[in-house]
């Protein structure tokens, strides 16, 4: 079962994708406590910042500066996982960053989302959410289940917000019964769920298992490489929660999609949520497997690479560190900062490189991968990339080269005075 807190950060990232509306408001306070979450994730392991860098990681997360710092900042800082430094005119001068691991951090959900104060029916939206991903229920059972959170008709419009925002799908049984169940995870074909819940159907056993064996022996295998499946399989394992899709856009508009066991390389029967519950695992593995397959400049053996990051908290000295890995850099997971002739990575979170390493090694996948970065310009959570596959929003949302490069400037500011000499 999902934790509350990764419930509330794939909300927030999911309902990122839709505009304006009253079934989004609903979930307001919800979507702010993910976006709490979600620059929890991103400043972890940053040490102290300027405000304008904080800013910056908030804007590419899609958040505005204002709400990043005028409550963000200030909500973090009465949780204690930040100190905030004010001049005598209470102007915020410097942030000092006391996240606690990911782990105690998506255990403390609980006062995060007290931090929020959600409405009852968000606290019901949140209970059938819950339910209908753990698994098909019907709409008398999930009523009963929010009535100690208020009345009927209440728990009602929260059901109609969930199907309105695609996170909840309402279906007839074959014996009268309505049947709630998250698209996501349960796929809506009738056919296909039909087929796979029907075990004696060969035919689609066989196309399952053999792409779920392939994509769980490569971590962020590209989907384009798959050999065991059609599409429509590939599709319907990611409908279904069994496989995880993120894509990397390049800097030419060129998306490629990577795809990942949900569980990170443990048996789903083991442990019912993920062990990358923030994402940042399968970024930065999604990084290395398009540096092997698309780059253009090649850098060999980043695993090494990788390696020497996390024993001596830096590497490198390259032109394109500064400007080809700009998506890890506002992901939070690695600093760029001048080295002695061109740039080097700093690395901010030990802990995500370190457990992409170590599954890239447990995968096979570490002797496979070569290859830079160069390129690439972005990256979709998968909780992003499915709810834009059903509102399909312009390309306008993607940040523009000209915004994306004010985000490097401000997350850099600082970095101009601080050369190492070696």
Same mark, same amino acid.
């Given at each position: 079962?999902?934790?509350?807190?990764?419930?509330?950060?794939?909300?927030?990232?999911?309902?990122?994708?839709?505009?304006?509306?009253?079934? *989004?408001?609903?979930?307001?306070?919800?979507?702010?406590?993910?976006?709490?979450?979600?620059?929890?994730?991103?400043?972890?392991?940053?040490?102290?910042?300027?405000?304008?860098?904080?800013?910056?990681?908030?804007?590419?997360?899609?958040?505005? *500066?204002?709400?990043?710092?005028?409550?963000?900042?200030?909500?973090?800082?009465?949780?204690?996982?930040?100190?905030?430094?004010?001049?005598?005119?209470?102007?915020?001068?410097?942030?000092?960053?006391?996240?606690?691991?990911?782990?105690?951090?998506?255990?403390?959900?609980?006062?995060?989302?007290?931090?929020?104060?959600?409405?009852?029916?968000?606290?019901?939206?949140?209970?059938?959410?819950?339910?209908?991903?753990?698994?098909?229920?019907?709409?008398?059972?999930?009523?009963?289940?929010?009535?100690?959170?208020?009345?009927?008709?209440l728990a009602r419009r929260a059901i109609e917000d969930l199907q309105s925002l695609h996170l909840?799908?309402?279906?007839?049984?074959?014996?009268?019964?309505?049947?709630?169940?998250?698209?996501?995870?349960?796929?809506?074909?009738?056919?296909?769920?039909?087929?796979?819940?029907?075990?004696?159907?060969?035919?689609? #056993?066989?196309?399952?298992?053999?792409?779920?064996?392939?994509?769980?022996?490569?971590?962020?295998?590209?989907?384009?490489?798959?050999?065991?499946?059609?599409? *429509?399989?590939?599709?319907?394992?990611?409908? +279904?929660?069994?496989?995880?899709?993120?894509?990397?856009?390049?800097?030419?508009?060129?998306?490629?999609?990577?795809?990942?066991?949900?569980?990170?390389?443990?048996?789903?029967?083991?442990?019912?949520?993920?062990?990358?519950?923030?994402?940042?695992?399968?970024?930065?593995?999604?990084?290395?497997?398009?540096?092997?397959?698309?780059?253009?400049?090649?850098?060999?053996?980043?695993?090494?690479?990788?390696?020497?990051?996390?024993?001596?908290?830096?590497?490198?000295?390259?032109?394109?560190?500064?400007?080809?890995?700009?998506?890890?850099?506002?992901?939070?997971?690695?600093?760029?900062?001048?080295?002695?002739?061109?740039? *080097?990575?700093?690395?901010? +979170?030990?802990?995500?490189?370190?457990?992409?390493?170590?599954?890239?090694?447990?995968?096979?996948?570490?002797?496979?991968?070569?290859?830079?970065?160069?390129?690439?310009?972005?990256?979709?959570?998968?909780?992003?990339? #499915?709810?834009?596959?059903?509102?399909?929003?312009?390309?306008?949302?993607?940040?523009?080269?000209?915004?994306?490069?004010?985000?490097?400037?401000?997350?850099? +500011?600082?970095?101009?005075?601080?050369?190492?000499?070696?």
């Open positions: 079962m999902l934790t509350a807190a990764e419930l509330a950060l794939g909300l927030s990232r999911h309902l990122s994708a839709y505009g304006a509306s009253q079934p *989004k408001a609903d979930l307001g306070q919800l979507e702010f406590a993910g976006r709490v979450i979600e620059l929890a994730i991103r400043i972890h392991g940053s040490g102290v910042s300027s405000p304008d860098r904080i800013a910056a990681l908030g804007l590419d997360a899609g958040i505005p *500066k204002r709400e990043t710092l005028g409550q963000l900042l200030p909500t973090l800082e009465t949780l204690g996982f930040v100190d905030l430094e004010r001049d005598s005119n209470h102007v915020m001068r410097a942030v000092s960053e006391r996240i606690p691991p990911m782990a105690e951090l998506f255990h403390q959900a609980d006062a995060i989302l007290e931090s929020a104060m959600p409405e009852p029916l968000e606290r019901m939206a949140m209970e059938v959410l819950q339910q209908t991903t753990l698994m098909p229920v019907t709409l008398g059972t999930a009523l009963e289940t929010c009535a100690p959170l208020g009345p009927e008709p909840c799908a309402l279906q007839r049984s074959a014996d009268g019964e309505e049947v709630l169940f998250n698209p996501n995870v349960w796929a809506v074909d009738k056919d296909h769920s039909y087929a796979a819940v029907q075990a004696e159907n060969g035919v689609v #056993r066989a196309a399952l298992s053999g792409l779920l064996e392939e994509v769980s022996a490569t971590a962020g295998l590209p989907e384009d490489e798959v050999t065991s499946a059609e599409k *429509k399989w590939i599709d319907f394992a990611v409908s +279904q929660g069994l496989l995880l899709r993120s894509l990397v856009t390049t800097v030419s508009g060129e998306e490629r999609s990577f795809l990942f066991s949900p569980h990170m390389g443990r048996s789903a029967f083991d442990e019912p949520t993920g062990a990358d519950p923030s994402g940042h695992v399968r970024q930065l593995i999604g990084s290395m497997m398009f540096a092997n397959r698309y780059a253009s400049n090649r850098l060999f053996a980043p695993t090494a690479f990788l390696r020497k990051l996390i024993r001596e908290g830096e590497a490198g000295d390259a032109s394109n560190i500064g400007t080809d890995y700009s998506m890890l850099e506002t992901a939070g997971i690695v600093r760029v900062e001048p080295a002695y002739s061109y740039s *080097k990575f700093v690395l901010l +979170q030990a802990d995500v490189a370190e457990q992409a390493v170590t599954y890239l090694e447990n995968t096979g996948s570490a002797g496979t991968i070569s290859g830079s970065l160069r390129g690439q310009s972005g990256y979709l959570q998968p909780e992003i990339e #499915r709810a834009r596959r059903l509102v399909q929003p312009s390309r306008e949302a993607i940040p523009s080269p000209s915004a994306s490069q004010d985000i490097l400037a401000a997350l850099r +500011q600082e970095m101009g005075r601080r050369r190492y000499d070696r």
